[in-house]
Nanobody, 119 residues
Framework: QVQLVESGGGLVQSGGSLRLSCAAS????????MGWYRQAPGKQRELVAA???????NYADSVKGRFTISRDNAKNTVYLQMNSLKPEDTAVYYC?????????????WGQGTQVTVSS
């Protein structure tokens, strides 16, 4: 059983910053890509940022230059530093990991953490 536990969401004013964290635990042998997705009310879930085990990153155009994803492979943890937040960043943010456990390749999700940016 693999679990992803997120933390760091909350309410912030426009222009403020938040840092999200997500730690993977359980019977996981290796993690390849870790990332953050978000889903706003009435919208589809979308990729925010992702990072490979080698450190290559990918960002949605809407967050480039404002958000930074990083990871600590030794701790199986991924972070999302969000700066210059805008009201349109308001959403539930979900952590995702693609890795291998005893059953093979798996796609794992966290429970989600709410980020609300007030104008």
């Amino acid at each position: 059983q693999v679990q992803l536990v997120e933390s760091g969401g909350g309410l912030v004013q426009s222009g403020g910053s938040l840092r999200l964290s997500c730690a993977a635990s359980g019977s996981i042998f290796s993690i390849y890509t870790m990332g953050w997705y978000r889903q706003a009310p009435g919208k589809q879930r979308e990729l925010v940022a992702a990072i490979t085990s080698g450190g290559s990153t990918n960002y949605a155009d809407s967050v480039k230059g404002r958000f930074t994803i990083s990871r600590d492979n030794a701790k199986n943890t991924v972070y999302l530093q969000m700066n210059s937040l805008k009201p349109e960043d308001t959403a539930v943010y979900y952590c995702n990991a693609v890795g291998r456990d005893q059953y093979g390749l798996g796609d794992y999700w966290g429970q989600g953490t709410q980020v609300t940016v007030s104008s």
